[in-house]
């Protein structure tokens, strides 16, 4: 069974860090390219940032470059996110995925396309 799981959220003030890992399970996720998504209440998901499958390019959101970092650990079939500084509009559920179908933005997911986490809760507050 393809299994995404997302870990390493949490409550922490403005200025800290979190590191948020994507841990696969029934299949390999260095097969893959692998996004980062968020939502906050009352607004749409959002991506926030991806890398690719084979070369390890990354792609971020303008909202996060410079305070955000994805990378992969393929010996443990993990994909993490490192996120600094961070400020309270990153309060979200963040979620992983792969295998979606995306436009020429490659955080411009098709909707109902792809296989995703649970999400795992991110609030920023003092």
């Known amino acids: 069974q393809l299994k995404l799981v997302e870990s390493g959220g949490g409550l922490v003030q403005p200025g800290g860090s979190l590191r948020l890992s994507c841990a696969a399970s029934?299949?390999?996720?260095?097969?893959?390219?692998v996004g980062w998504f968020r939502q906050a209440p009352g607004k749409e998901r959002e991506g926030v940032s991806c890398?690719?499958?084979?070369?390890?390019?990354?792609y971020y959101a303008d909202s996060v470059k410079g305070r955000f970092t994805v990378s992969r650990d393929n010996a443990n079939n993990t994909v993490y996110l490192q996120m600094n500084n961070l400020k309270p509009e990153d309060t979200a559920v963040y979620y992983c995925?792969?295998?979606?179908?995306?436009?020429?933005?490659?955080?411009?997911?098709?909707?109902?396309?792809?296989?995703w986490g649970q999400g795992t809760q991110v609030t920023v507050a003092s």
């Open positions: 995925a792969v295998d979606y179908v995306h436009f020429a933005d490659p955080l411009e997911v098709l909707p109902g396309t792809g296989y």
């Open positions: 890398i690719s499958k084979t070369d390890g390019i990354t």
């Open positions: 029934g299949f390999t996720l260095a097969y893959y390219a």
